[in-house]
């Protein structure tokens, strides 16, 4: 667990591990990069030495009347146990003040994916792009599976691209939701974004890893053809189509996609969890494998480089809904939070980016 220190008389707290870098001097300004809802709010920081930006998310400890320190412990945790991904963005100082924890990440200027899903023609995504952003997505899920611990809110706002153009790597943001899972206990929860959440979550029923491959099939489906599965006129009609899988494989809706990708999704989008493919089957399947004029094959994650890009590590979706009660398995942290002297230094917003309509269930 986390530990604090009060070793100076400052305001702010920084948090080092082992696993994490020395401490950075970075300055402070007030211009706001995203605001997420009176909860939390995102900031760009420059390092005072070294002139290198990153993303500050500040993380109100208090909020709706609750005591959410712990929730926002496991999401340094999370991070913490995937560092050894480069697709999932890279956590570096955490500080704290009297009234909000401050994570210091990733930051790039390539944005959300859901701007080249809803793309026209010429900036959308192609095949052989998706092929390779996809297999980054399920090494970074597979990275977090294998600590155990599920996202449970994976959709185009929470994977980001360290650059736009030319198209960069992917980064997985935003682990507000997530949780750890063992063959010990349940966890039960309605918690999601309605076109991308599992049968299992709509049904009360126990969460999993299969819980993230739904949301990846959604995922790979929403970048091939810009369009959502499940997406209804009202929330109820979502739910419906979800728990129904009602989803349109016509050649309309794939026209100019291999049928090898459309399989992939169908391996996905079943009801029963236990039917899916788990993410080392997604990394084998004949799709990712495609090696044409059309489509690339991507090396293995040992003999890849980790990108020397960063990214903007927050999702744009600005709900005090993504706040839950701290009733669920934690993931276990290691270090301390130690009191430090540095300042942030905040420059210009990013610029706003699009939302997908849909509201978070809690």
Request: charged share 25%; glycine share 6%.
């Given at each position: 667990m986390f530990t604090v220190h009060h070793q100076w008389a400052d305001d702010l707290i920084m948090m080092t591990t082992p696993t994490l870098t020395s401490v950075r001097t970075v300055h402070v300004e007030k211009?706001?990069?995203?605001?997420?809802?009176?909860?939390?709010?995102?900031?760009?920081?420059v390092e005072k030495t070294t002139g290198k930006e990153h993303a500050a998310k500040f993380l109100r400890k208090r909020r709706k009347g609750q005591d959410c320190r712990g929730d926002i412990l496991n999401e340094i945790a999370v991070l913490e146990s995937a560092e050894a991904s480069p697709y999932v963005v890279a956590l570096r100082e955490?500080?704290?003040?009297?009234?909000?924890?401050?994570?210091?990440?990733?930051?790039?200027?390539?944005?959300?994916i859901f701007n080249q899903?809803?793309?026209?023609?010429?900036?959308?995504?192609?095949?052989?792009?998706?092929?390779?952003?996809?297999?980054?997505?399920?090494?970074?899920?597979?990275?977090?599976?294998q600590n155990n611990v599920v996202?449970?809110?994976?959709?185009?706002?929470?994977?980001?691209?360290?650059?736009?153009?030319?198209?960069?790597?992917?980064?997985?943001?935003?682990?507000?939701?997530?949780?750890?899972v063992d063959s010990v206990s349940e966890v039960r929860e309605i918690l999601g974004t309605p076109e991308y959440v599992a049968p299992e979550v709509l049904d009360y029923e126990p969460i999993s890893t299969a819980t993230d491959m739904w949301s990846i099939?959604?995922?790979?489906?929403?970048?091939?053809?810009?369009?959502?599965?499940?997406?209804?006129?009202?929330k109820q009609e979502t739910f419906l189509n979800v728990?129904?899988?009602?989803?349109?494989?016509?050649?309309?809706?794939?026209?100019?996609?291999?049928?090898?990708?459309?399989?992939?999704i169908q391996s996905l989008l079943i009801k029963n969890p236990r039917k899916r493919a788990t993410v080392e089957e997604c990394l084998n399947h004949p799709w990712l494998r495609l090696?044409?004029?059309?489509?690339?094959?991507?090396?293995?994650?040992?003999?890849?480089?980790?990108?020397?890009?960063?990214?903007?590590?927050?999702?744009?979706?600005?709900?005090?809904?993504?706040?839950?009660?701290p009733s669920y398995p934690t993931c276990p942290g290691q270090g301390e939070l130690k009191t430090g002297r540095d300042t942030f230094s905040f420059t210009e917003p990013f610029p706003p980016r699009p939302e997908i309509q849909q509201e978070l269930i809690c």
């Open positions: 211009n706001v990069l995203k605001d997420l809802g009176k909860f939390a709010v995102v900031k760009k920081c955490v500080y704290e003040t009297t009234t909000e924890i401050i994570l210091v990440l990733e930051c790039a200027a390539g944005g959300e899903c809803v793309a026209d023609n010429d900036e959308a995504f192609t095949e052989k792009d998706v092929i390779r952003l996809a297999r980054q997505i399920l090494m970074g899920v597979a990275c977090l599976h996202h449970l809110d994976l959709k185009p706002q929470n994977i980001l691209l360290t650059s736009a153009q030319p198209l960069g790597d992917i980064r997985i943001v935003d682990f507000g939701l997530s949780r750890r099939g959604v995922l790979i489906y929403v970048m091939l053809t810009g369009e959502s599965p499940f997406l209804g006129e009202e728990s129904q899988v009602n989803v349109d494989y016509s050649q309309d809706v794939f026209q100019g996609i291999s049928d090898l990708a459309v399989n992939f090696n044409s004029h059309h489509h690339a094959v991507e090396a293995p994650l040992d003999e890849q480089e980790a990108s020397q890009s960063e990214s903007e590590p927050e999702s744009p979706v600005p709900s005090p809904e993504l706040v839950v009660i």
